[in-house]
């Protein structure tokens, strides 16, 4: 498939000047464009829209999602966390939850299964202004939002309600939470209301009720043991609503789209009372105890939608790859052949080792001052793919190798319609700073 390579001479310019009195092993030059090999056949990369190609790997990058909390309370400023309250219970939340995430749990169901618990590849951040100095935790003294009523069937203080989210904050790229105390007229007025642990999720905008009551009420377990459901108790819901506002859908009850979440009778936990007698639920997108599962198909869909140009998902996550970091260089094991079908953000250079090849047949991004390395006896396909830079700028060239004694030199290919863009070594003059 690659028989219609027009080689061009190499012309390779000398970028590793010779040391005092040793001759360097292997000389380094940038290619420039004409020295490209290219390919034509009709087919073009259509990888990229296929969603079950994005499970992470060990070359994701992690996706940290960016949100801003709002602690809603009566115009008195009472009834719900104070300032001091605030910045801990927020900042543990954010903590357990990011436990939950770095420590994906096996699913139990179906009993037996085999589903891998990859790492999740997904963290949140408190996230505020850096620019003004908000920490992300704001307070809004406003009758008009300070509780949730779950018996109105809609309007004010309804689970539908938006008018908590005029105080929303970051425009489209934070998830703002909406700490909302369930009305505390009714928990009196009605024997039955229970103030429970719930939220939704309205994408860029989620409402968690209960927070505050939950976390300040004595709780006695079976055995008389006094517990409060504090920040750990609210963790697998916000990962939850999360999950929504990523595009996850609920497991138990609906078709979400993947075969690793059977449905099920939507246990809270074991009771011992039928239908919650066996082996229940984990997962993070059922309602129960654990919230602590998610499956690969889960992690491979809002890995896709954090990927996809214009989503509401990847704006709301914190843009790593638009920072050049020499921590985050990808390695193209020695010698083996790695193909990337799907897309990629790299905020670093990719060292592609020698003897290695690597395919790319979707969309790699890497940031202003990348470069790929080419070592000697290694390869760079991009087949169908694009080399780009998604943040607006110019990531550095490919430099290719060339061992000297050896005469052994890297090569890169561009086939079926494969294409590098935004290549600084490209250009002829510098480019526009205001790009
Ligand atoms: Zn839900």
Known sequence: MFGNIVRQPWQWILILVAGIGCTPVYEKAMIGQEELQTTTTESAGIFCNRFENYTPDQYSLIRTIRLNFHIMRTADGTTNFNEAQAKQYVRELIMVCNEKLADNQ????????????????????????????????????????????????????????QRPFRYATGGDSVINVFLIEHHWDSIRNNPDYNPSTSGVSFGKNI?????????????????????????????????????????????????????????????????????????????????????CAITPCQLTKMHFNMWKENSSQRKVVDPVWCTYSNAQKVTIPRDSTVVFDAGRDFAGDIDIMEGATLIVRCTVSLPAGARIKVRPGAQLI??????????????????????????????????????????????????????
């Open 207 to 291: 409402k968690l009720f209960g927070a505050y009551h939950n976390r300040y009420t004595d709780f006695y377990t079976n055995e008389g043991n006094l517990y409060n459901k504090g920040p750990w108790y609210y963790s697998g819901l916000l990962n939850h609503e999360v999950g929504h506002s990523l595009g996850l859908s609920h497991s138990w009850n609906t078709d979400d789209g993947c075969d690793d979440t059977p449905k099920n009778p939507g246990c809270w936990g074991n009771t011992g009372v039928p239908p919650c007698d066996g082996v229940t639920s984990n997962n993070m997108m059922d309602y129960n105890g654990c919230q």
């Open 382 to 435: 991009v087949d169908g793919g694009l080399i780009t830079n998604r943040c607006g700028e110019y990531w550095e060239g490919i430099e290719v190798w060339t061992h000297r004694k050896l005469e052994i030199s890297g090569s890169v290919i561009l086939s079926n319609d494969g294409k590098l863009e935004m290549v600084k070594s490209f250009l002829t003059e510098e480019p526009d700073s205001t790009l």
């Open 106 to 161: 096996p699913m139990n169901l179906p009993e037996g299964n085999n589903t891998p618990a990859l790492p999740t590849k997904i963290r949140l951040v408190l996230w505020g202004d850096a620019a003004t100095g908000e920490d992300g935790i704001y307070f809004h003294d406003d009758d008009s939002t300070a509780w949730f009523n779950k018996k109105a069937n809609g309007g004010l203080y309804s689970l539908g309600d």
